[in-house]
């Protein structure tokens, strides 16, 4: 089985930063791709980011491109949203995810969640 455990969460003013982690562990992620996935409250879960663990490269969904940078920590097995310039519409639950052939935005696609971290952007 795997954990993901997600850390990091808090209340910030707006345009300031955070950084969510996500602990991993049960079997090593060489293969895997990792996401971030958040919800608001009503509304669906949906795509934030995406790495793929072996060669790091990234994907972002539109609305938070240019502000937050997902990485990883290979020797941790650790993945980080580096979240920056954050705006009220950024508040909601924050997801960590994983899987093996995930398709990019797809949450069906992916195997494995951790339990959610809260982000509350305040104006």
């Known amino acids: 089985q795997v954990q993901l455990v997600e850390s990091g969460g808090g209340l910030v003013q707006a345009g300031g930063s955070l950084r969510l982690s996500c602990a991993a562990s049960?079997?090593?992620?060489?293969?895997?791709?990792m996401g971030w996935f958040r919800q608001a409250p009503g509304k669906e879960r949906e795509f934030v980011a995406k790495?793929?663990?072996?060669?790091?490269?990234?994907y972002y969904a539109d609305s938070v491109k240019g502000r937050f940078t997902i990485s990883r920590d290979n020797a941790k097995n650790t993945v980080y949203l580096q979240m920056i310039s954050l705006k009220t519409e950024d508040t909601a639950v924050y997801y960590c995810?994983?899987?093996?052939?995930?398709?990019?935005?797809?949450?069906?696609?992916?195997?494995?969640w951790g339990q959610g971290t809260q982000v509350t952007v305040s104006s």
């Open positions: 049960g079997r090593t992620f060489s293969s895997y791709t």
């Open positions: 995810t994983a899987g093996d052939r995930v398709v990019v935005a797809v949450k069906g696609s992916y195997n494995y």
């Open positions: 790495l793929n663990w072996s060669g790091g490269n990234t």
